[in-house]
């Protein structure tokens, strides 16, 4: 005569809710974490890009003279920056002074990131 065992094929939903509650900790913990590394990594390309407009500036009104130069005259397939891409939304300045600050505003919609060359 047979005996009926039952055979334990699969998961219990107990050990199924466990790993769903073991995985929504470890995104509560990871997302915010990514989230800091990207307002970092965004920041940083922001100033970088005012970096480059800055030394952009000094380089045009060193060779045009004036006193101040428009972000036109600087960034073109044939000018001193060859595009200028937004990294987060972010408004550059219209025109540049050689030695003042420079100010980013609107970046990530919410923060503002000045440069002083």
């Known amino acids: 005569m047979k005996s009926l065992s039952r055979s334990r094929a699969g998961f219990t939903l107990v050990e199924i809710m466990i790993v769903v509650v073991i995985i929504g900790l470890l995104a509560m913990l990871a997302i915010p974490a990514f989230q800091k590394v990207r307002t970092n990594s965004q920041d940083k390309a922001v100033m970088n890009n005012a ?23 600087l960034v073109g397939a044939t000018n ?7 990294v987060a939304g972010e408004t550059y300045p219209a025109f540049y002074t050689q030695g003042v600050t420079i100010t980013i505003t609107g970046v990530g919609s919410a923060r503002t990131i000045t440069y002083s060359p």
């Open 51 to 73: 970096r480059q407009m800055a030394a952009a500036a000094d380089q045009y009104l060193l060779e045009n003279g004036g006193q101040f130069a428009a972000s036109s005259d």
């Open 80 to 86: 001193y920056v060859k595009s200028l891409g937004q």
